[in-house]
């Protein structure tokens, strides 16, 4: 493994994976790592439009996620980065608190407010998962409700859409979306699940399982804070999906942990 300094890009390899080896990207801070991967996100996404018309993306709530969605709603704001046809954007969660809807415990609430209320999105276009009160009564319903959301989208014949980008943000034990370390959603392979009894608050939630963190075309980590950098050593170090299930998640072309220096400091150096 080898390490550069802040904005270059480093090669990093997963020992039991096929899929395309991670790369990573170093930021001095969490702003300065915001701003980049909001200007790599708009990118992205025109990149997308350019070949196929729209252009789809996973957001992800945390700190990190919801900064990197308001930097997005600045850039999109001014005339020379407005190359985003946002009317043809497909957003999607990775996951979500099963609570009610006006709960701020959301991340859709933290979304719209960051970002989907500020741009001139398709509101059919737009996917979040099911509250607690939408009239689904547990969450396995609500989770089979979102994977039909999902295989309508994705056309006959296929359980998932095309995925242009992947957000996940990471908590320090190295869990992503829904999925803590040596769970059951870490062992589960159907594209959504329910998660109960999480470890951390609220328990009950609904999360892409690991079939839709690994069938994105990129996958992106979004990683701040010293907090995290052992999870993340473990991670790029070779860690299984079940003791840090960040490592599990992969995008089919690509895979980018995007890092300040603080969450990167545990990396070896070569």
Not at 64 to 75: F, P, S
Not at 145 to 152: C, D, P, S, V
Request: charged fraction near 25%; glycine fraction near 8%.
């Amino acid at each position: 493994m080898s390490q550069t300094s802040p904005g270059d890009r480093v090669d990093e390899a997963l020992a039991d994976s096929d899929l395309p080896t991670p790369d990573v990207v170093i930021e001095p801070d969490a702003d300065r790592l915001a701003r980049s991967v909001a200007s790599a996100l708009v990118a992205r996404l025109a990149a997308a439009q350019a070949v196929h018309g729209t252009a789809s993306v996973v957001v992800t709530g945390g700190g990190i996620g919801t900064a990197v969605l308001k930097r997005v709603a600045e850039l999109a704001a001014e005339p020379e980065h407005a190359v985003v046809d946002w009317a043809a954007v497909d957003v999607w969660w990775g996951d979500e608190r099963f609570v009610p809807v006006d709960d701020p415990d959301r991340n859709e609430l933290g979304a719209r407010a960051a970002l989907l209320s500020k741009v001139a999105l398709d509101p059919e276009r737009v996917h979040p998962i099911p509250s607690s009160d939408a009239g689904f009564d547990e969450p396995e319903d609500a989770a089979a409700w979102y994977a039909e959301q999902l295989a309508a989208a994705a056309g006959e014949g296929a359980s998932l859409p095309r995925i242009d980008v992947l957000m996940l943000g990471m908590g320090p034990e190295g869990h992503v979306a829904s999925i803590f370390p040596d769970s059951p959603a870490a062992r589960d392979d159907r594209p959504v699940v329910a998660v109960r009894d999480c470890p951390k608050p609220p328990p009950t939630r609904v999360s892409l399982g690991f079939t839709a963190l690994t069938a994105a075309e990129e996958v992106w980590l979004l990683v701040s804070g010293e907090g995290k950098a052992d999870a993340v050593a473990q991670a790029l170090g070779g860690a299984s999906r079940l003791e840090i299930p960040a490592a599990g998640a992969r995008g089919t072309r690509a895979t980018r942990w995007l890092l300040d220096a603080a969450a990167a400091s545990k990396l070896p150096r070569q």
